[in-house]
């Protein structure tokens, strides 16, 4: 996300990228790490850098 500002990144994209795996199927990692990610950011004071795209995956924004 961070090369990639303000461009949305699939789930899929992710997993491919972070795990270089090749996934087939659900899974809650994604949003296990994501919502770790967003509490490090909020405990120092970054809040909604990383919102959810419904349906598509998550966007790195710049703070506010």
């Not at 994209?13 to 949003?31: A, H, L, Q």
Request: no cysteine; charged share 30%; proline share 3%.
């Amino acid at each position: 996300m961070l090369r990639n500002p303000h461009q949305v990144i699939t789930r899929y994209r992710i997993i491919e990228k972070v795990w270089d795996y090749d996934f087939m199927g659900e899974s809650n990692i994604i949003k296990v790490y994501i919502r770790a990610l967003r509490i490090k950011l909020e405990a120092s004071n970054a809040k909604d850098l990383v919102p959810t795209v419904r349906g598509v995956g998550y966007v790195l924004r710049e703070q506010k």
